[in-house]
């Protein structure tokens, strides 16, 4: 399979992200500091709310979440594999994962771009070029948002809006799976349903096989809802909450998790996806909470992400010594 689409247009894209204006990067600079403030207000003026919740927070459940978001990331992981491999960009399962991890922690840093920039520096060091590491990247950002889309539409129903009884919400979800389940199996079904995703940024998975897109679907929807678990186990540490609240933390994890996909190029991310996540977990726990419970994501998120970064860069350099020819390629 040709793609020459992405491969001509990988670099031209890269060369426009690290080229933007001086102006947009203020504004942008500007919104994502004027929504840590509020974040920062919100703690400061509820402080004594906070307090005691803080004091008596059931802090074991944090030793859940750290392991529940390195799942997440190690499926996520398997997905960038598979993408690289299909796109003829890997070099090998250990060498994937470690480039995936260390662009991950770099997507931390000041400047937006720099989690994509370190991919493809990492993968261009390993002799792959810059427009085909750019094309895999922009496949697997069509495949999250697409994903991402279904467990959102899934988990909304599951929240019960609209007052529907639980058989109604279940067929509404049997449905959603039955198309997708279509797709799969007809082509002329899936034919008809990316019409509209033409002139959208999901285009880039119309012509790429169709077993394979959708295995990526499957892949990152296990990231996404892995992703709305820890946020669950998280809120667990200020108080107790039933099972039934799952759903509405998926909407909120997914929700404001899309809402940083969709702002790739923002220089920082934070404080903007803190306040989105905060929103939307406010029909479940109080404002200050949901601002504490936000937070406390971003440190567990960071937190893993750095050791997974560490320990894939100890593997691989363990590996290169033990062998003495380097890491083997699948």
């Known amino acids: 399979m040709e793609y020459t689409g992405f491969l001509t247009t990988g670099r031209d894209q890269l060369n426009r992200l690290a080229t933007d204006r001086r102006l947009v990067?203020?504004?942008?600079?500007?919104?994502?500091?004027?929504?840590?403030?509020?974040?920062?207000?919100?703690?400061?003026?509820?402080?004594?709310?906070?307090?005691?919740?803080?004091?008596?927070?059931?802090?074991?459940?944090?030793?859940?979440?750290?392991?529940?978001?390195?799942?997440?990331?190690?499926?996520?992981?398997?997905?960038?594999?598979?993408i690289s491999r299909t796109l003829d960009v890997s070099r090998g399962a250990l060498l994937d994962s470690t480039f995936y991890a260390l662009s991950m922690v770099a997507g931390r840093l000041p400047g937006g771009i720099w989690g994509l920039v370190a991919r493809v520096y990492l993968y261009k060091s390993d002799s792959v070029t810059s427009g085909r590491v750019v094309a895999a990247w922009a496949i697997e950002q069509g495949v999250m948002l697409a994903s991402a889309l279904l467990c959102l539409s899934s988990c909304l129903i599951?929240?019960?809006p609209i007052g529907w009884s639980s058989s109604g919400r279940a067929l509404a979800v049997t449905f959603l799976l039955g198309v997708v389940g279509l797709c799969v199996k007809r082509p002329a079904v899936?034919?008809?349903?990316?019409?509209?995703?033409?002139?959208?940024?999901?285009?880039?998975?119309?012509?790429?096989?169709?077993?394979?897109?959708?295995?990526?679907f499957a892949v990152y929807a296990a990231v996404w809802l892995l992703g709305?678990?820890?946020?669950?186990?998280?809120?667990?540490?200020?108080?107790?909450?039933?099972?039934?609240?799952?759903?509405?933390?998926?909407?909120?994890?997914?929700?404001?998790?899309?809402?940083?996909?969709?702002?790739?190029?923002?220089?920082?991310?934070?404080?903007?996806?803190?306040?989105?996540?905060?929103?939307?977990?406010?029909?479940?726990?109080?404002?200050?909470?949901?601002?504490?419970?936000?937070?406390?994501?971003r440190l567990i998120t960071t937190l893993g992400e750095a050791l997974v970064a560490g320990g894939a860069t100890i593997v691989g350099r363990i590996n290169q010594h033990g062998t003495g020819i380097g890491i083997e390629r699948d």
């Open 228 to 297: 709305g678990l820890l946020l669950f186990v998280l809120l667990q540490v200020f108080g107790p909450l039933p099972l039934t609240d799952l759903s509405q933390a998926e909407v909120a994890w997914i929700g404001s998790r899309g809402v940083a996909l969709l702002l790739t190029v923002l220089p920082t991310s934070f404080g903007i996806t803190e306040i989105s996540l905060a929103l939307l977990l406010t029909p479940v726990v109080p404002g200050p909470v949901a601002v504490a419970v936000a937070v406390c994501a």
């Open 25 to 82: 990067r203020g504004i942008r600079w500007g919104l994502s500091m004027a929504a840590f403030l509020v974040l920062g207000y919100v703690v400061v003026e509820n402080w004594r709310m906070l307090a005691p919740l803080l004091n008596h927070g059931a802090y074991g459940w944090l030793a859940v979440a750290l392991p529940v978001y390195l799942l997440a990331m190690a499926v996520a992981m398997v997905g960038w594999h598979s």
């Open 190 to 216: 899936s034919s008809c349903l990316s019409i509209p995703l033409r002139k959208t940024p999901l285009r880039v998975l119309i012509d790429l096989e169709r077993k394979s897109v959708f295995r990526w």
């Open 158 to 160: 599951m929240t019960n």
